[in-house]
């Protein structure tokens, strides 16, 4: 069984909640309106829970119980109970809430790999591109995005942190990228961590890369929940930045 797009859109959003999940603490999880919110879905039923079934939650519970993948649906709570939906438990045969097999569960899910599933692909051909036949060109993109990188996109809504644009793509989409402020790799080292990170659109991505512009604090969108180290932008202003 293929995950579909929207089971994984909802499996990478998950995934970027599992550092902040406690097992057996479900206040620590995420619920039914906030999935929605973060990826910009739709209410398509009176109750949030019915509508995110439709928008990926069946489809992403499925293929972890086709798979024996860990159940990470769980982290999916309704706010008013602090539990998932009777469906969780019933899909892995479970007659009732089982609290010891649900904190199992989610510890699982944090230890798990999921970097492999967290891929997207993007197929286009710029609508400018002067060709006889569109059908003999192909321009793929794959974006493989850690899960702390696409935490620094949902957190910033696909903004970039230094002009503020979110470049629209097909089908709603929005694009942005992460840039490491201390580049990863030699001779450089720079760790692959969320403080040094920063969300931006191509255009700066690529001026930070070559070194063209100067990171200011006082510059830079910020939000509480992603705070970048002046350790790594110091770096970056006396390493990369060439005037």
């Known amino acids: 069984m293929e995950l579909d797009v929207q089971g994984r ?16 603490r479900p206040e620590t999880y995420i619920g039914y309106k906030e999935c ?5 879905l739709e209410q398509q039923r009176e109750k949030w829970g019915e509508s995110l079934k439709s928008q990926g939650l069946l489809s992403l519970a499925g293929w972890t119980e086709t798979n024996g993948f860990p159940g990470i649906t769980g982290l999916i709570v309704s706010l008013s109970t602090l539990e998932p939906g009777k469906g969780y438990f019933h899909l892995f045969d479970k007659d009732e809430v089982n609290y010891d097999w649900w904190a199992e569960q989610i510890r699982s899910a944090k230890s798990f790999d999921w970097s492999p599933y967290l891929a997207e692909k993007f197929d286009l051909v710029p609508s400018d591109l002067e060709v006889p036949n569109r059908e003999d060109i192909s321009i793929s993109r794959i974006i493989r995005d850690t899960a702390l990188s696409y935490r620094v996109k949902l957190i910033h809504g696909y903004k970039c942190q230094l002009c503020g644009i979110a470049l629209s793509m097909p089908n ?32 700066h991505h690529a001026q930070l890369d070559y070194g063209a512009i100067k990171l200011l604090a006082n510059n830079v969108r910020t939000k509480q929940e992603h705070q970048m180290s002046d350790r790594f932008i110091d770096y970056h202003n006396e390493s990369i930045y060439r005037p």
């Open 9 to 24: 859109n909802l499996l990478s959003l998950l995934v970027t909640r599992l550092d902040k999940a406690v097992p057996g």
């Open 36 to 40: 929605h919110v973060l990826l910009g």
């Open 172 to 203: 709603g989409k929005k694009y942005a990228e992460v840039h490491h402020i201390k580049p990863l790799g030699q001779p450089h080292d720079g760790p692959d961590v969320i403080e040094n990170m920063i969300c931006v659109c191509p255009n």
